[in-house]
T-cell receptor, first 113, second 112 residues
Framework: NAGVTQTPKFQVLKTGQSMTLQCAQDMNHEYMSWYRQDPGMGLRLIHYSVGAGITDQGEVPNGYNVSRSTTEDFPLRLLSAAPSQTSVYFC????????????FGPGTRLTVT | DAKTTQPNSMESNEEEPVHLPCNHSTISGTDYIHWYRQLPSQGPEYVIHGLTSNVNNRMASLAIAEDRKSSTLILHRATLRDAAVYYCILNSSAGNNRKLIWGLGTSLAVNP
């Protein structure tokens, strides 16, 4: 199993540009989440999904959209990038949530200039 | 949302046990206690989790206080590869609460 994969590893955007961060898992996990990690702050939940076709907002959802058309994929879309979205983004998946371990991808380092 | 409190940093010597504390005084009955660690430039990695009873696995042990308001992650013999940031988080099974609060964790340094 490849586990959780994320692409790209690095990305530089100009303010106002849009892009999609890709996340895929091959473990047939129902739950998938997107987090961002900023210096001096813990991981913050952006959006999550409890299964195909079902998504919901986390702690910091503004400026981001998600969809879950398949169990395997959970892309994160930045509609109009802002410098405040400069961060490291992690995707995670798990069989369940509360009583199960989450598997994290390697992260995408995004810089918005 | 229940929060956790951890020391900012700790230091240990190689091959000695390490006890990493976590306070979670507002924990609810449905909150699982999870520990993750993050090595430099990597995504977080699951370490262990528990609800009420102490737990052991190949990586570590988790000791949970009887009132569940605190817990301790125990690394039995620290190695240099255990140098990482350790996060204690609460993971609720109640309803659709998905607002997980991670905090800043404890940065563990391991001396050779």
């Amino acid at each position: 199993n490849a586990g959780v994969t994320q692409t790209p590893k690095f990305q530089v955007l100009k303010t106002g540009q849009s892009m999609t961060l890709q996340c895929a898992q091959d473990m047939n996990h129902e739950y998938m989440s997107w987090y961002r990690q900023d210096p001096g702050m813990g991981l913050r939940l952006i959006h999550y999904s409890v299964g195909a076709g079902i998504t919901d907002q986390g702690e910091v959802p503004n400026g981001y959209n998600v969809s879950r058309s398949t169990t395997e994929d959970f892309p994160l879309r930045l509609l109009s990038a802002a410098p405040s979205q400069t961060s490291v983004y992690f995707c995670a998946s798990s069989t369940g949530l509360a009583a199960y371990e989450q598997y994290f991808g390697p992260g995408t380092r995004l810089t918005v200039t | 949302d229940a929060k956790t409190t951890q020391p900012n940093s700790m230091e240990s010597n190689e091959e000695e046990p390490v006890h990493l504390p976590c306070n979670h005084s507002t924990i609810s009955g449905t909150d699982y206690i999870h520990w993750y660690r993050q090595l430099p430039s990597q995504g977080p990695e699951y370490v262990i989790h528990g609800l009420t009873s102490n737990v052991n696995n190949r990586m570590a042990s988790l000791a949970i206080a009887e009132d569940r308001k605190s817990s301790t992650l125990i690394l039995h013999r620290a190695t240099l590869r255990d140098a990482a940031v350790y996060y204690c988080i609460l993971n609720s099974s109640a309803g659709n609460n998905r607002k997980l609060i991670w905090g800043l964790g404890t940065s563990l340094a391991v001396n050779p």
